[in-house]
């Protein structure tokens, strides 16, 4: 995940259950959109992407996708 070029204002590492995570919001300037990643090895890692209406918000997108990444990363594979 290192490799991943964002906007450090707009990106932030986290873990979720020990792994590690990487969200960025307002992906290519976009409001109401945000992308989780979750690192599975060390060169590959899944992706959720959440983009809202007019009526969402950055806040919400965010909310949502690192909501859904926590309902995934159970089942991706073991570090």
């Known amino acids: ?8 204002g707009k990106a932030h590492d986290g873990k979720i259950n ?3 995570i990487r969200q960025v ?3 290519d300037g976009d409001e109401a959109t945000c ?3 979750l690192e599975v ?3 590959a890692r899944a992706m ?5 209406g007019t009526q ?3 806040e919400q997108a965010c909310a949502d996708a690192f909501s859904i990444a926590q ?4 089942q991706l594979l073991a570090r």
């Open 18 to 20: 020990g792994r590690r």
């Open 56 to 58: 969402g918000s950055t």
């Open 25 to 27: 919001r307002e992906i």
């Open 1 to 8: 995940m290192d490799d991943l070029d964002a906007d450090p």
């Open 41 to 43: 090895t060390a060169t």
């Open 71 to 74: 309902t995934v990363e159970p």
């Open 48 to 52: 959720v992407s959440v983009t809202l």
């Open 35 to 37: 992308l989780v990643l």
